[in-house]
């Protein structure tokens, strides 16, 4: 079987408060609780599609799942820790000056950064890429993976630029991004879907070594299956991180009391087979 990372990602933090609670203030403890039992329920459906399988892995932020990375390195699953601040439109760090004790405190098998980079928004970047490289420098020091997720915001120049060729400038930019032109240590790239023939052309950018998993957006269900189609067959796609298309709309109607955890926790993992079921019968 060929290399496989199949992620459901639950590192939401500021948007899962906003998108389910409702809530876009600093949450208090009984909030905090709340969250923490939706992601718990999250892992639990999580655990009912895994099957112990080596390739399944999850995305999970210390704040609220802390106890479910423990519980994960138990089961030997696989782990992945952000290390970006949530909520905001540059990279700031997680912990600020301690995210290295944070990254260490939990051993994650892939340290994840999500950076919202677009070339042309000079402005902001400097300050950007200097984080992404303090970030950068400590996982090759100490062997952690990095997942890079590239989000490219568009800028009134791009009207009428397709998001591959935006991915594929920022792509060009971050492989290159200090003095002595050194690459960074990406092991995954985390990417929006594109087109079969897109795909080509994205590929060809990123680091020789580094592979890719597509990410859902929290589109629907159609929209992401599009995706998935359009990105099998390429050796160098391994997988996929899809998370609200997974459980939001789930975890609204049981926060809501419309239905019951374990009819919850079912739906989550039914969602989740589904798709790996699609991304395995494509290959």
């Known amino acids: ?16 408060l906003k998108d389910i609670l409702g809530i876009t203030t600093k949450p208090n403890k009984e909030q905090i609780d709340e969250v923490k039992e939706l992601k718990k329920m999250i892992f639990d459906g999580f655990l009912l599609a895994a099957d112990k399988e080596k390739s399944f892995g999850i995305l999970v932020d210390e704040e609220y ?14 782990t992945c820790l952000p290390v970006e601040k949530s909520g905001e439109k540059l990279l700031k760090l997680n912990y600020s000056k301690k995210f290295e004790e944070h990254i ?6 892939f340290v994840k950064i999500l950076i919202r980079y ?3 928004n000079k402005k902001d970047n400097q300050k950007q890429l200097k984080v992404l490289s303090q970030i950068d420098a400590f996982c090759q020091k100490r062997k952690y ?12 120049e791009e009207l009428n630029i397709k998001n591959y060729e935006k991915d594929i400038r920022a792509i060009r930019t971050i492989g290159a991004i200090n003095e002595i032109k050194e690459k960074i240590e990406v092991s995954i790239w985390k990417l929006e879907g594109f087109e079969k023939d897109q795909w080509k052309e994205v590929i060809k950018e990123t680091n020789k070594n580094s592979k890719i998993i597509f990410l859902g957006r929290g589109e629907d269900k159609k929209k ?7 990105a099998s067959g390429h050796k160098e796609i391994i997988g996929f991180a899809i998370g609200r298309t997974i459980f939001l709309e789930t975890l609204k109607k049981y ?6 955890r374990e009819v919850a926790v079912k739906s989550i993992s039914k969602n989740f087979k589904e798709f790996i079921d699609l991304w395995r019968k494509g290959e």
């Open 104 to 109: 260490d405190k939990f051993n994650p098998d």
């Open 224 to 230: 992401v299956t599009k995706w998935m189609k359009a």
């Open 255 to 260: 926060f809501s009391k419309k239905i019951s």
């Open 118 to 120: 677009n070339p042309l």
């Open 1 to 16: 079987m060929k290399q496989e990372l199949l992620i459901l990602p639950f590192d939401h933090r500021s948007s899962f």
């Open 65 to 78: 799942g802390e106890d479910i990375l423990r519980e994960a390195k138990k089961r030997k699953i696989i």
């Open 145 to 156: 993976k990095v997942i890079l997720e590239l989000l490219v915001p568009p800028t009134k």
